[in-house]
């Protein structure tokens, strides 16, 4: 298993697992204490972006279902 998993989850957050950090535009840590476990909002609700907050309950759908991307396209 990779060193960190992330995980779409259905009509809500994704979930990041895993010995990993998060960083704002300037490169800045966020501090997670100690946490091996975080949700990130994706629906755009949440009051504690950018982490999940349950606020999409009711108002955000997608059933994630995994799919191979096209190749990459060579430069």
């Given amino acids: 298993m990779a060193a960190v998993k992330i995980t779409v989850n259905n009509n809500g957050s994704i979930k990041v697992e895993g010995d990993f950090e998060i960083v704002d ?3 800045k840590a966020y501090g997670l204490g100690g ?6 909002c ?3 609700r ?3 972006k950018p ?4 606020s999409h309950k009711g108002h ?3 059933e ?3 799919f191979d ?3 990459k396209k060579q430069a």
């Avoid at 946490?35 to 990130?40: G, K, Q």
């Avoid at 982490?51 to 349950?54: H, K, L, N, Q, V």
Wanted: proline share 7%.
């Fill in 25 to 27: 535009k300037d490169g």
């Fill in 35 to 40: 946490r091996e476990v975080v949700s990130i």
């Fill in 42 to 44: 994706r629906c755009g």
């Fill in 46 to 48: 949440s009051q504690n």
């Fill in 51 to 54: 982490f999940c907050d349950g």
């Fill in 60 to 62: 955000f759908e997608h």
């Fill in 64 to 66: 994630a279902v995994a």
């Fill in 69 to 71: 991307l096209p190749p």
